[in-house]
């Protein structure tokens, strides 16, 4: 089995072909036949996971599993505590009620590569940083979400999914996990370990 944790870059297409010659995994991971688990929107960036492992594949993409995923998000404005009040409570967006997740401000993480190309820079509008952890998987839910809230959502970045962040891999590269880190992933989505 191959378990491998990719920083897909701004603009990736989570597949391995594109029809309109589209940025695809099969750009930066040169293995056969592993697949993304779940989806990081072409327009978002950070921890992708691709493995042959079915089972464990299934575990940490259905939400019924209840895996954690962190995402940090720079939106614009200014974030206020009603704000973090409702999307930890839940808000409403068009696919239904999100549950209940975490949410809290952080400055600019130190360590995040700069965006190519960059964000939208506007002087009369400031931007925040916003950590938001859910186990839903909703199409676009956190842009949503923050939308929702009042907080335009400019660049996304999907931080860690469990106990497994992205570590020093900047965007492009990726690596195979060891395997306390398979097996923590076993743990945290309820997959007996194989021997």
């Known amino acids: 089995m191959r378990y491998i944790l990719l920083n897909k870059p701004y603009e990736v297409l989570t597949q391995f072909t594109d029809e309109h010659g589209r940025a695809t995994l099969k750009d930066f991971v ?30 940490l993409s259905d939400p019924k599993f209840k895996v954690p995923k962190t995402y940090w998000a720079q939106v614009e404005g200014l974030v206020s505590e009603e704000a973090l009040q409702q999307l930890r409570r839940g808000v409403q967006i068009k696919e239904g009620l999100t549950v209940p997740g975490e949410a809290a401000e952080l400055p600019e993480p130190a360590h995040l590569w700069p965006r190519t190309p960059p964000i939208r820079y506007r002087a009369s509008i400031p931007t925040s940083w916003l950590e938001i952890q859910i186990s839903q998987g909703m199409n676009r839910q956190v842009r949503k979400m ?50």
């Open 146 to 195: 923050c939308a929702v809230v009042g907080l335009p959502c400019l660049r996304l970045v999907r931080a860690a999914i469990g106990p497994l962040g992205l570590g020093e891999l900047q965007p492009g590269e990726w690596r195979d996990l060891t395997q306390t880190e398979v097996d923590s992933l076993r743990k945290i989505s309820g997959v007996a370990r194989r021997f």
């Open 30 to 59: 040169p293995v056969p036949e592993v697949y993304p688990v779940g989806r990081l929107d072409f327009d978002s960036e950070g921890l992708l996971l691709l493995t042959d492992d079915k089972q464990l594949q299934h575990r």
